[in-house]
């Protein structure tokens, strides 16, 4: 979404001179294009020591390297293989426990509502403290904010709002941009300076495949592959192109990288903001 409103945004202020100064734009572990996005999955994979390298080429070979749609019996049979390796795997980061029951799969992309009734099965231990488990916490976000109490604290009008949940998918949008890269390439060709990020242990969303489509760009290097530090440590790593396109990883950090990393990225983010380099 934020180079489909950016754009607009732009277009908008060039031909009625809306009121709004838009500097540039910034986006997180986005869900860009499909084709680049879930094709970096499985080399991602393979390259976090996941899969065997055997099993990697020969399903890189079966494939032919693209994997949204298989196009033969023998590509399925090896991403049934691959998903049957990993099934265990948090996507959202692969070093964290991963509680299959509070999590959405990979391609809901943290958009399904949970049902209530899903409460009902949490467990506490003699502590009265939630599993280590950070799914917990989408869970219980929902029970929060439509708790009566908390709404009256918020100052929210009774009736105003029916039903709050985490992520959810209004009936009002359709879903017909197949791809937002020519929206990056059309709003950076604009002038408008964009930052990509990406938390490195996403396997929902990888760096893998965002870096794919941001080459896909032809944008030349200005400032090529480096880390940048917070507080004397590596915090990641990143690399300028022209059009002021800057993009970084968030070393640690999973789908998205501010849940995981919040210092890092307040850091990242304010460079960014005040025109310094990360």
Known sequence: MAPVLALEVANAKELYGAPFNLKGYLAGNPLTDENFDFDGTIPFLHGMALLSDELYESTKKSCSGKYLHPNSVDCVKHLDAVRE?????????????????????????????????????????????????????????????????????????????????????????????????????????EGYPALIYSGDHDSCLSHVGTQAWIQSLNFSITDDWRPWYVGGQVAGFTRRYSNNLTFATVKGAGHTAPEFKPKECLAMIGRWLSGTPL
């Open 85 to 189: 390796v990993v099934k265990d795997v948090n996507p959202y980061h692969i070093l964290e426990p991963f509680c299959d029951i509070r999590n959405p799969s990979p391609g809901e992309i943290l958009i399904r509502k949970f049902p209530k009734e899903s409460f009902e099965e949490v467990s506490f231990d003699n502590s009265g403290q939630l599993p280590d488990c950070r799914g917990f916490g989408y869970l219980f976000i929902d029970l929060w904010a439509n708790n009566n109490t908390v709404r009256d604290a918020l100052g929210i009008l009774e009736g105003t709002v029916v039903d709050w949940n985490k992520c959810t998918q209004l009936p009002y949008y359709t879903k017909d941009i197949q791809s937002t890269v020519p929206y990056h390439l059309n709003v950076t060709n």
